[in-house]
């Protein structure tokens, strides 16, 4: 049962281009969604994250959008730098604790 | 990860063995969680704790898996008897509070292998 999914195992982009991290879910009980980092052996770096009371959010480089109509959101990285590289991971909680993750998008920047 | 700390880094125990993964939260943080990852897969939430409460068990394996966050010192997963699926990286995180506004923060995380 993947309440949370990341159809794209990766992604690859050119430095200095938009990536575009995508990420829907099934629960409407979720009200609170974050989008993580993560380099090989090191644990997830939170970039993000989003209320369901609002539709977008941004920080430097890093906007994320929700749609809660159509339960989806995406991370939006621009410009695209090669450090970027690394598993992206959305999650998303409906009760204030846990997290629940999506499998994950590897996300490569060429430079 | 500055902050979480995880240890040990690496674990490698023979079946039937226990192993006792510890977890020291960010400074100021009162609660703990603990995820597991298996090859190719996201992270799955296990067990929340708080100071000598546990608050929610629901992910965690119902036999040989248990886990505390003493008053003192550091939060501990223990599985006892392990078995080749136990086998994954295993990743604590803390917060300052409920999860609204206070996201998560993770440590490096503890690889386990089992022989």
């Known amino acids: 049962d993947q309440q949370v999914k990341q159809n794209s195992p990766s992604l690859s982009v050119q430095e200095g281009r938009i990536s575009i991290l995508n990420c829907d879910y099934t629960?409407?009980?979720?009200?609170?969604f974050l989008w993580y980092k993560k380099y090989p052996a090191e644990g997830p770096t939170f970039l993000i994250s989003?209320?369901?009371?609002?539709d977008k959010n941004e920080d430097g480089r890093f906007t994320v959008f929700l749609n809660k109509s159509a339960k989806h959101l995406s991370l939006h990285i621009v410009p695209s730098q090669p450090g970027d590289s690394a598993v992206y991971f959305c999650?998303?909680?409906?009760?204030?604790?846990?997290?629940?993750f999506g499998a994950g998008t590897i996300l490569r920047v060429k430079s | 990860n500055a902050g979480v700390m995880q240890n040990p880094r690496h674990l490698v125990r023979r079946r039937g063995q226990e192993a006792r993964l510890r977890c020291s939260p960010m400074?100021?943080?009162?609660?703990v969680y603990w995820y597991r990852q298996l090859p190719e897969e996201g992270l799955k939430f296990m067990v929340y704790?708080?100071?000598?409460?546990?608050?929610?068990e629901s992910g965690m394996p119902k036999e040989r898996f248990s886990a505390e966050f003493p008053k003192e010192g550091p939060s501990i997963l223990r599985i006892q008897q392990v078995v080749r699926g136990d086998s994954a990286a295993y990743f604590c995180?803390?917060?300052?509070?409920?999860?609204?506004?206070?996201?998560?923060?993770f440590g490096d995380g503890t690889r386990l292998s089992i022989l």
């Open positions: 989003i209320s369901s009371i609002k």
């Open positions: 999650a998303a909680s409906g009760n204030g604790n846990k997290l629940v």
């Open positions: 629960n409407s009980m979720f009200d609170y």
């Open positions: 704790l708080q100071k000598e409460n546990i608050i929610d």
């Open positions: 995180a803390s917060s300052h509070g409920r999860l609204e506004g206070q996201p998560q923060h």
């Open positions: 400074k100021g943080h009162s609660h």
